[in-house]
């Protein structure tokens, strides 16, 4: 069978693998002028592996995506950290027991952990916004105190909305972590691709069954050549906003090269409360590379303004998910349409949901007798 497949990302890449392992013979198109999406690395003149569209972290608890990964990389073990600059100080992010141990007086943290152990347990995970919620004044003043130092405004420059405007699965993403872990994700397999993640998806598309194009948007007439069509695009473009535009956030990145072994103390700090980007981020953390200078990344969050800037999370709000399920009918009757992927799907996918979505999309398609 002879199947398109629109976007060269790590989710339209691993579609390519599935499909031309079973035997189909697969074209994969990309408007830019490379592969990997958002994913997409380079090493620099430093030796240092820079993620152009920000920093990415693989982390997973899936056996079966991070089994199909490692097929096409070895890892550099990384178990990602986070740190905020809360009051002068840098504090573990999410806002953890350790966190209230450098922020407050001694008899005030104890008196505060007891409390949320009592309550919710320990190695626990709470919403923010169920945390202003306890009826404990003790509790409420810490709700209060972390709403306003880490969410809050950190919220407002990320997604241009207060905490509780926003969908649930949004906020409770950066919840307080009851707990001593100062990584950023529990997941049981964490690392990052020793060569980088366009090394990665390079060995993934390397198959004689798959041919890549770069530089080549797609158009509805390529349709007629193929059986099957594969987009992993904005589904909104793919109607030609006929339900008009969904919304998203895009980001621009301020690339700076420091003469100096090391620019901050950790791969990425946030800004929550100051300055009017939301973190940095030091590339030479991810793989422990040696070298006499450093890159950082400034990253600003901004509004998705069509043809302009790049589209990265989806805005979640009551018009846009009346929007997308207008678009979601339309294509269901699209009879050789599949949509995936972040801006198919209108989701927020990390990298293993995305890939496992596909993995799932690919396993269940004997209506489409694939």
């Known amino acids: 069978m002879k199947i398109l497949i629109v976007g060269a990302g790590i989710s339209g890449a691993s579609v390519a693998r599935i499909l031309a392992e079973k035997g189909h013979f697969v074209t994969v198109i990309e408007q830019r002028d490379h592969i990997g999406g958002n994913c997409y690395d380079y090493f620099d003149h430093d030796g240092i592996c820079i993620h152009k569209y920000g920093t990415h ?31 002068g100080m840098e504090v573990p992010i999410p806002f953890n027991l350790n966190s209230i141990d450098q922020i407050f007086p001694k008899f005030m943290a104890e008196k505060l952990t007891k409390k949320l152990i009592d309550k919710f347990g320990f190695n626990i995970k709470v919403p923010i ?94 349709g007629s050549e193929y059986e099957r069509i594969f987009y992993s695009g904005p589904i909104d473009e793919y109607f030609n906003y006929k339900f008009g535009e969904l919304p998203y956030r895009s980001l621009r990145f301020e690339f700076l090269k420091f003469e100096r072994p090391y620019f901050q103390s950790n791969a990425v700090i946030n800004y929550p409360c100051n300055y009017e980007f939301t973190r940095i981020g030091e590339y030479k953390y991810f793989l422990g590379s040696q070298s006499k200078a450093t ?63 596909v993995i799932s999309k690919t396993i269940n398609l004997r209506k489409f007798d694939i």
């Open 57 to 87: 972290i693989f982390h997973t608890d899936n056996h079966v995506v991070w089994n199909f990964v490692s097929r096409f990389t070895q890892w550099y073990p990384y178990q990602h950290k986070v740190l905020g600059l809360i009051d």
């Open 129 to 222: 916004l169920k945390l202003r919620e306890v009826g404990d004044d003790d509790l409420e003043f810490l709700a209060d105190y972390i709403y306003e130092k880490v969410f809050f405004h950190y919220t407002l420059k990320q997604w241009g909305m207060k905490p509780e405007d926003l969908d649930p699965s949004v906020t409770g993403r950066v919840p307080v972590y009851i707990s001593r872990d100062n990584r950023y994700f529990q997941s049981r397999f964490q690392g990052i691709p020793l060569q980088g993640y366009t090394v990665m998806i390079q060995h993934m598309l390397d198959h004689r069954n798959i041919n890549v194009f770069l530089n080549t948007p797609f158009i509805h007439e390529m």
């Open 295 to 357: 890159t950082v990344s400034y990253e600003y969050p901004q509004l998705f303004v069509l043809w302009k800037n790049e589209r990265y999370y989806p805005l979640f709000t009551d018009s846009a998910r009346a929007a997308y399920l207008k678009y979601a009918s339309e294509a269901s009757n699209v009879g050789n349409l599949i949509l995936f992927g972040r801006l198919g799907d209108y989701k927020y996918y990390d990298m293993d949901t995305a890939i496992a979505g």
